[in-house]
């Protein structure tokens, strides 16, 4: 027999619960929403179609590597900033891409938190916001995302993970996979 | 009058922080801000404070080091410090307490999160 455990994985569903968990959590803490959710089924080689509005990107590093991304329209956006700040936001500008980074921080953190009971402490590297139209965001490392969809009120919310496991135990497993954003 | 640290490197965080505080019993004085620990250290040359918020993630120098550096210098051993963070593994929090972090408040928070806590420790 062998001592050696086998390496833990983190399946499609873990994440989903993950995501969900985590999303909750702040929307209920920081918002005082409820934001019912479903699984968005996404093709396996495409993370989004070329969309419009604002999308947030966080690397995650350590035994599962990958991406976190935070996506909606501007207008979700403002509506969200004026509620974390309580001030009043009709525009996209500097604070509002700062509150949506936040968010980013605290949803994909505590995802991050939650995988890390499973599979050992991770790294998070802090978050890149983009505002913009018609772009399409790709990872360089894997293809295969996981998403769910967040209702809030008439607009949406979309958090998207793509994980694999690290396998080569060098530096450069500590490295973020680069990411493309096609605009 | 309790003058006030906060780091955070979202300047949205800083915001909300700086409501809660002037939201508490506590009479607070000044509150300055920094974006990562190398701006925190600059500002703490010429400046006191009597308690500090600290992010953990931050660019340039992340909160844990700044924290050790706060500790192994006077005026700030004995400084109230309270980590607010999203990093919330317990090897992360245990971290911090032994490195000398007064409390430790995880995010996403509410107002009554972070008052609780100044209570608690100062």
């Not at chain 1, 968010?103 to 983009?130: D, H």
């Not at chain 2, 309790?2 to 505080?21: C, G, H, M």
């Not at chain 2, 607010?84 to 009554?112: C, H, I, W």
């Amino acid at each position: 027999m062998s001592n050696v455990s086998e390496p833990e994985t983190i399946s499609n569903a873990d994440i989903v619960a993950a995501i969900v968990t985590s999303a909750e959590e702040v929307f209920s803490t920081m918002f005082g929403m409820e934001v019912p959710s479903e699984e968005i089924p996404l093709p396996q080689d495409v993370a989004s179609a070329p969309a419009s509005g604002i999308i947030s990107l966080i690397g995650l590093t350590g035994p599962w590597a990958g991406t976190g991304s935070i996506s909606c329209n501007a207008e979700l956006a403002c509506t969200l900033s004026s509620k974390l700040l309580m001030d009043e936001f009709t525009e996209v500008n500097e604070e509002v891409l700062d509150a949506v980074a936040e968010v980013t921080n605290m949803i994909i953190g505590n995802v991050k938190n939650v995988l890390e009971a499973k599979v050992g402490e991770m790294g998070l590297s802090t978050p890149t916001v983009i505002y913009g139209v018609n772009f399409q965001t790709r990872s360089a490392q894997t293809h295969k995302w996981t998403g769910v969809r967040f209702k809030c009120g008439s607009e949406e919310l979309c958090v998207l993970m793509c994980l694999v496991q690290s396998t080569v135990k060098t530096e450069r497993a500590s490295l973020q996979f680069p990411q493309i954003v096609r605009m | 009058m309790l003058d006030v640290l906060i780091v955070d490197d979202s300047v949205a965080i800083r915001k909300i922080l700086q409501r809660v505080l002037r939201q508490t019993e506590i009479p607070i004085g000044n509150i300055i801000e920094a974006g990562d620990g190398k701006e925190a250290l600059e500002l703490l040359k010429t400046q006191t404070v009597g308690l500090a918020l600290l992010d953990i993630n931050m660019p340039n120098m992340d909160g844990l080091e700044l924290l050790g550096h706060l500790r192994a210098s006077e005026p700030w051993t004995n400084l109230p410090i309270i980590m607010v963070s999203t990093e919330g593994s317990q090897t992360k929090v245990l971290k911090a307490l032994e490195m000398g972090a007064s409390g430790y408040v995880r995010k996403p928070f509410n107002a009554d999160q972070i008052k609780e806590k100044l209570v608690e420790i100062l």
